[in-house]
């Protein structure tokens, strides 16, 4: 038998947390919870989990807080936010910080399972990717998610070598902004705010390995088309 997969639950309303580990548990997850921030992140860094759900405004240390702090031990974590506003402010601040999905609330349980299993997909299938990339004569070490560029270092997150990768891998044409959503998040749909996703994942990718992030040189925009890395000559 397969090894349970294990989802913590930080979540302070008590309605929303015991629902949520019904239907986890129902769908054959191992799920642990905690009520507070301070309770989560111990949990989140003790516990080896595979996914954690986080809510964002928690008593103690909000979810911002316990994401970043899980991001500066663990980068691979995979964390979904629950966000109680679909305010794009506040899906922005998540994703900056590392979360690998949201989940707006009211959340349906249909829609969590499936960004679940996207975000447990993609974790798992995360290794197929060539070890080493260079794009723009910087190193990526995708790995360690790591880059070397004249001599600096730049930390990527495991999203953002995603990326790369998928783009480095098809650098003969232009990726759309749905197939990096269907290819790299695990997406069969593409909402408004899904599409903006990827642009900012771009947008963080572009400060990161662009001498100029306004006039792109590496990561193109092919208008009407989406993104193509130009190859190493
Ligand atoms: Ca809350």
Known sequence: MNKQIRILVVEDEEAIRTGLIDVLVFHGYDVDSAATGPDGLEKALTGKFDLILLDIMLPGMDGYEICDRIRTEDRNQPIIMLTAKTSDEEIIQGLKLGADDYVPK????????????????????????????????????????????????????????????????????????????????????????????????????????????????????????????VAEG
């Open 106 to 229: 009211p959340f349906s349980i249909q829609q969590l399972v499936l960004r679940i299993g996207a975000v447990l997909r993609r974790s798992q299938v995360g290794q197929e990717m060539a070890r080493t990339l260079t794009v723009g004569g910087i190193e990526i070490d995708t790995e360690n998610f790591r880059g070397v560029r004249d001599g600096d270092e730049i930390a990527f997150t495991k999203r953002e070598i995603e990326v790369l990768s998928y783009l480095a891998r098809n650098s003969d044409r232009p990726v759309s902004r749905e197939e990096l959503l269907l290819k790299v998040w695990g997406y069969a749909r593409n909402l408004d705010i899904e599409t903006r996703t990827v642009d900012i994942h771009i947008a963080k990718l572009r400060r990161k390995i662009e001498a100029d992030n306004k006039a792109p040189e590496l990561l193109i925009t092919v208008r009407g088309a989406g993104y193509r890395l």
